[in-house]
């Protein structure tokens, strides 16, 4: 499967960029073709910079994890309430907090009023994940939107509020460094110069500590902006090293022993089987649930796994096998997805799996939290107590010379 870039026209006139997987140029146009669309220009590749330059500039456009959630908990509160889709979705679009939500159910609203479905229409303007948009066109055809848009909102709210979670954890860590950086830079370029007469003439006789501290304080006046380029260069360097092919074929390949690379495969393995789930209970087939899966899921490497997966599924091959093979998921979760595929409820095993492994990975990151904090305050308390006995152990120093 190639992604493919069409510019395609509605039948109101208007034009737009679309995306779609599709085995060759000839499937995708005919996929526009089918939605209605009259396909006039399709790529395929990396896209240059003419082509990003010609693209249309959207403001506001987007929405957030939470705003995802809020519209979809919204909307399918209004639907399964008995509204029709346009009704609901002018309901939202008045109530609506932002510019940019207005617009984009202003845009879904025209769009179904002039005969599209909610899934294209939402998906015209990718404010929503694929996953999103494929468990909403399916539903559609199966007449379970309304309890579609509800597991939709569920699982949109328990991302959003997992995010949250791990946001206000890593503030107050986040906030000791900054104000460690800053005591740190107040001290050596404000209160230790102060002392630096004093100590003038001591030479051999001042404490190391205290010329340590000293010399600190040096460097940090005369060359602070070339110690900031040196502490910034390495990481930049180190950046664009690991985004070339070849530092992420290093990383694919080394990627089990890098630190934190398990915490990282546990939660994407159980974001995946979340996204699985949610896709499955709703009509999904497999075959389609993988390609939609894997849009959503941020990591490079594991995408080029799901797409090996993908075509071991379509070769005939299980579920539980094709993410066996790829090593992707952990092998007590391949265990119960092999069982939910031999008793028929394939989509609540996945659905289990993926709590089991999203329980362990925040137990892991509130371990993980819960140890920094005290880190943070002890490394601060430090390093505040290196400078000051180093100034106050020269002055000591001076006055042992003086008597």
Same mark, same amino acid.
Request: a positive charge; proline letters at 4%.
């Given at each position: 499967m190639t992604l493919y870039r069409c510019l395609v026209v509605s039948s109101e006139g208007t034009s737009t960029w679309r995306e779609v997987d599709a085995p060759g140029e000839a499937a995708a146009a005919a996929h526009f073709s089918a939605a209605g669309f009259v396909p006039i220009d399709i790529r395929s590749g990396r896209m240059g910079l003419s082509e990003r330059l010609n693209r249309p500039v959207r403001i506001g456009g987007g929405l957030g994890l939470g705003e995802q959630a809020l519209v979809l908990t919204?909307?399918?509160?209004?639907?399964?309430?008995? !509204?029709?889709?346009?009704?609901?979705?002018?309901? !939202?679009?008045?109530?609506?907090?932002?510019?940019?939500?207005?617009?984009?159910?202003?845009? +879904?609203?025209?769009?179904?009023?002039?005969?599209?479905?909610?899934a294209t229409a939402l998906e015209a303007r990718k404010a929503f994940p694929a996953f999103v948009v494929g468990v909403i066109r399916s539903a559609e055809r199966s007449g379970r939107l309304g309890d579609a848009l509800h597991s939709l909102a569920e699982r949109m709210t328990l991302a959003a509020a997992t995010r949250r979670q791990l946001i206000t954890a890593l503030t107050y860590p986040a906030a000791i460094l900054l104000a460690t950086f800053v005591a740190l830079f107040l001290v050596l370029t404000q209160v230790v110069p102060q002392f630096e007469p004093v100590f003038a003439g001591g030479g051999d006789r001042l404490p190391k500590l205290t010329k340590l501290v000293l010399a600190l304080s040096g460097a940090v006046n005369g060359h602070v902006f070339a110690l900031l380029l040196t502490a910034i260069m390495p990481v930049l360097i180190a950046w664009l090293l690991l985004r070339s092919a070849g530092g992420k074929a290093v990383v694919a390949r080394y990627?089990?022993?890098?630190? /934190?690379?398990?915490?990282?495969?546990?939660?994407?393995?159980?974001?995946?089987?979340?996204?699985? +789930?949610?896709?499955?209970?709703?009509?999904?087939?497999?075959? /389609?649930?993988?390609?939609?899966?894997?849009? +959503?899921?941020g990591s490079q490497t594991w995408r080029a796994h799901l797409a090996e997966a993908e075509r071991r599924v379509r070769e005939g091959a299980s579920l539980s096998r094709a993410l066996s093979a790829a090593d992707l998921v952990p092998r007590t979760a391949i265990r119960l997805i092999e069982v939910g595929e031999r008793s028929g409820r394939l989509a609540e095993t996945c659905e289990q799996a993926s709590l089991v492994l999203g329980a362990a990975a925040r137990a892991r990151i509130e371990r993980i939290v819960t140890l920094v904090n005290p880190i943070a305050i002890v490394s601060l308390g430090g390093l505040v107590a290196m400078l000051v006995g180093g100034v106050m152990l020269g002055i000591f120093a001076m006055g042992d010379f003086a008597g």
């Amino acid at each position: 499967m190639t992604l493919y870039r069409c510019l395609v026209v509605s039948s109101e006139g208007t034009s737009t960029w679309r995306e779609v997987d599709a085995p060759g140029e000839a499937a995708a146009a005919a996929h526009f073709s089918a939605a209605g669309f009259v396909p006039i220009d399709i790529r395929s590749g990396r896209m240059g910079l003419s082509e990003r330059l010609n693209r249309p500039v959207r403001i506001g456009g987007g929405l957030g994890l939470g705003e995802q959630a809020l519209v979809l908990t919204q909307l399918a509160l209004l639907i399964r309430s008995g !509204l029709p889709v346009d009704r609901s979705l002018d309901l !939202l679009r008045e109530q609506a907090p932002r510019a940019g939500q207005r617009e984009l159910l202003n845009e +879904a609203l025209g769009r179904v009023r002039a005969g599209d479905s909610l899934a294209t229409a939402l998906e015209a303007r990718k404010a929503f994940p694929a996953f999103v948009v494929g468990v909403i066109r399916s539903a559609e055809r199966s007449g379970r939107l309304g309890d579609a848009l509800h597991s939709l909102a569920e699982r949109m709210t328990l991302a959003a509020a997992t995010r949250r979670q791990l946001i206000t954890a890593l503030t107050y860590p986040a906030a000791i460094l900054l104000a460690t950086f800053v005591a740190l830079f107040l001290v050596l370029t404000q209160v230790v110069p102060q002392f630096e007469p004093v100590f003038a003439g001591g030479g051999d006789r001042l404490p190391k500590l205290t010329k340590l501290v000293l010399a600190l304080s040096g460097a940090v006046n005369g060359h602070v902006f070339a110690l900031l380029l040196t502490a910034i260069m390495p990481v930049l360097i180190a950046w664009l090293l690991l985004r070339s092919a070849g530092g992420k074929a290093v990383v694919a390949r080394y990627r089990r022993r890098l630190p /934190g690379s398990g915490l990282r495969d546990q939660h994407l393995a159980g974001q995946l089987l979340g996204l699985l +789930a949610t896709l499955l209970s709703n009509g999904v087939p497999v075959v /389609g649930a993988l390609p939609l899966a894997r849009g +959503a899921i941020g990591s490079q490497t594991w995408r080029a796994h799901l797409a090996e997966a993908e075509r071991r599924v379509r070769e005939g091959a299980s579920l539980s096998r094709a993410l066996s093979a790829a090593d992707l998921v952990p092998r007590t979760a391949i265990r119960l997805i092999e069982v939910g595929e031999r008793s028929g409820r394939l989509a609540e095993t996945c659905e289990q799996a993926s709590l089991v492994l999203g329980a362990a990975a925040r137990a892991r990151i509130e371990r993980i939290v819960t140890l920094v904090n005290p880190i943070a305050i002890v490394s601060l308390g430090g390093l505040v107590a290196m400078l000051v006995g180093g100034v106050m152990l020269g002055i000591f120093a001076m006055g042992d010379f003086a008597g």
